[in-house]
């Protein structure tokens, strides 16, 4: 407010919650009438304000088409950390070879999950694209069939990967086992909100195609092993390709829009 009006008298609320939704700032400022004054016009005080919410979470958008476990999402809600760790898609993995587990939720209760990462590239997806490296989905979006013996990673993603700008925040879906369906070997997971994710580091790879940039602060990927490092973040970030936004507590997973809507 002293950058914008010098002198001016500002009001805010006394205490912020982040429970609240919002918040209103609002200026005040004794201005002289230059002109009027000449004629007997009093000086006058006027008033301005702004307001700005944060109470709604990302629904649907374009995003890198890997998806984060609930159960990983959960570990890191629970016991916040910017610990950087690795969380891995490969045959080879625990997570893609063990039955759902449950794993505590914040709040209270538990969610079934395999835990690791997984590719969510479908051959019928209506909306891939190839050249950025994106999909669209939203919130209850199920992925295609993936089987855990051939990671499903598209070689068109390889020059995005090599474009990461390492150590800054992304979009990344969050999925969960309870909405997978089983086709043999094959699993297809259900989008259940979006989480900001810091990415650190990567292996990605196939038959055909394989790009890395390792992150000597995680935990090593190497031999068989592919997935993604980092750490998920509660912090305030800009999020490009979101498409709408909602008030479902359920899909929220830390990421949220901060817009002034007055």
Known sequence: MNGNSTG??????GSLAAASGSTTVTISKTVPMTLGATIGIQPKTITASATVTWN??????????????????NEWKLNPSTTHKLYRYDPDSRSNHEDPYNCAKPGGG???SIGGALWVV??????FDEAQCLTS??????????FPKKPEFPSSCSDRANNFVLGDTYLIPVGQSDGWNGWGNGRAPTIRGYAAFVI???RFGSKSAEVSSTDSAAPSCTGKCLGIQG???GSVVQLDGVDSYGTDSSAD??????????
């Open 253 to 262: 997973f830390g990421s949220v829009r901060v817009k002034i809507t007055s």
């Open 231 to 233: 750490y998920f973040t």
């Open 122 to 127: 479908e051959k019928h997806a209506s909306a």
């Open 110 to 112: 538990y969610d079934s």
């Open 137 to 146: 989905t939203s919130i209850g979006f199920q992925g295609g069939k993936i």
């Open 8 to 13: 001016a008298a500002g009001t805010t609320n």
């Open 56 to 73: 709604q979470t990302p629904t649907s958008g374009w995003t890198l088409p890997l998806t984060l476990d609930i159960c990983e999402y």
């Open 200 to 202: 650190t580091g990567y």
